[in-house]
């Protein structure tokens, strides 16, 4: 009867914070059906670079708030993990609050750098609109950050933090761009289909895949066939990696427009290598792909703090000594477990972006194909959170009293 009372009220709080998550995808879409701007049809921006803009939760099939999407905090968030992960000793001195202020400021002035570029492009092809520039860069600007406190009181009270937003914009994206599935032939159809299923089947096995490393517990006077380990999954950072990508890869293209823009006064310059119909874009977005995949799962698995709670502990591997050593030996195998994750991703994502180099007419089809990936990938991550949720919530009232 306690199991049964512990299991129902599990699920009420799950159930609460779906609700709660549900009404903030209503807001979302909602808002991305608020049009701002008169020229989205005008703009000279392709397929391709649309479906990538739904990746981080941003929309430009019609010029609404919520078109930035979450790529300007996306973008703020790795900038300040890399710095923090290079000066650890300035981020202990700051308090939650700070490093958050901080992360807010730096998204601030990227939101307005990409604002700044998406109005100015629709304004030159059409000057007749119903806002002057400053006040529809200022509504893009407070979609934008909009947007983060949404994801950020996700995370608090809902499901997945910014996750369900990227879903549900994937899966308009995939909608409204479906209709290219039925013009072409089915041979590619059936390829798509091949590819995606074989995508899926190696992210679930990599999804559910552990690497086990043995230790000896102090504690534990078990036999030796009943030994403790660590648990390290072989892809830390999900699609989170992905999404962070896309983020620093569309904000290299703005950065660039900025320099090009400042460099020659004004005039319009060529930068249509950054993209993905482009064969450097590709090769520059699959290279930071993979580097910021491993970095980031090096940086999830945090072999220094592992290492330190050992030594804290008492509990060591047999044949390496306490302190840097295990350190050094932590490391070692988190780069090797970052370093399979990240391969495997980069190839799932890369092998079909150098193949719309072959075949150009397929590159929407193959994109789409991706965006199937993406989703595939988030729903695994946010079943993981249920779960995880669910765990925690068995445990609510210890933890409650004793930590």
């Known amino acids: 009867m306690s199991s049964h009372y512990i299991e129902m009220n599990e699920w009420k709080t799950v159930r609460r914070r779906l609700l709660f998550t549900c009404l903030l995808l209503i807001i979302y879409v909602i808002g991305t059906r608020i049009p701002l701007l008169s020229t989205p049809n005008e703009l000279n921006i392709d397929s391709t670079y649309k479906m990538t803009i739904a990746n981080m939760g941003g929309n430009l099939d019609s010029i609404n708030i919520f078109s930035l999407g979450l790529g300007p905090w996306l973008t703020a968030m790795i900038i300040t993990m890399l710095y923090y992960y290079k000066f650890p000793e300035k981020m202990v001195k700051l308090t939650q609050y700070e490093r958050s202020i901080r992360e807010k400021i730096l998204t601030l002035i990227i939101a307005i750098i990409q604002s700044y570029f998406l109005v100015r492009q629709a304004y030159i092809l059409n000057p007749e609109q119903p806002y002057s520039q400053w006040i529809a860069m200022l509504v893009l600007i407070s979609g934008s950050m909009l947007l983060m406190w949404m994801a950020d009181i996700n995370t608090i009270r809902g499901i997945a933090g910014a996750m369900p937003i990227v879903f549900i914009s994937i899966i308009r994206s995939f909608l409204s761009q479906s209709s290219v599935l039925f013009s072409v032939g089915p041979i590619i159809v059936m390829f798509a289909f091949i590819f995606v299923l074989i ?14 490393i043995k230790y000896e517990d102090i504690m534990t006077v078990s036999t030796p066939y009943q030994k403790p380990y660590i648990a390290w999954k072989l892809n830390p950072s999900g699609s989170l990696s992905i999404m962070i990508t896309i983020a620093l890869f569309i904000s ?23 993209s993905f119909t482009n064969p450097v874009g590709i090769t520059l977005f699959v290279s930071m792909l993979f580097v910021f995949n491993f970095w980031l799962s090096v940086f999830m698995l945090n072999p220094k703090n592992k ?7 008492g509990n060591y591997f047999i044949g390496i000594q306490p ?4 350190e050094r030996f932590l490391k070692d195998k988190a780069r090797k477990v970052s370093f399979v994750g990240a391969f495997i991703v980069t190839l799932i994502i890369g092998i079909p972006l150098f193949t719309t180099l072959l075949y150009p007419k397929s590159s929407v089809e193959i994109i789409l194909s991706i965006q199937i990936i993406m989703v595939v990938y988030i729903a695994l991550n946010m079943v993981e959170y249920v779960k995880t949720l669910l765990y925690f919530d068995r445990y609510e009232g210890f933890l409650k009293r004793y930590w």
């Open 307 to 313: 290492a330190e709670m050992f030594q804290k502990s």
């Open 252 to 274: 290299l293209k703005y950065f660039v427009d900025l320099m090009l823009h400042a460099l020659t006064l004004g005039d319009y310059v060529d930068t249509s290598f950054i």
């Open 323 to 326: 302190g840097k050593a295990t």
């Open 199 to 212: 995508a899926f089947i190696v992210l679930l096995v990599l999804e559910l895949s552990e690497y086990h």
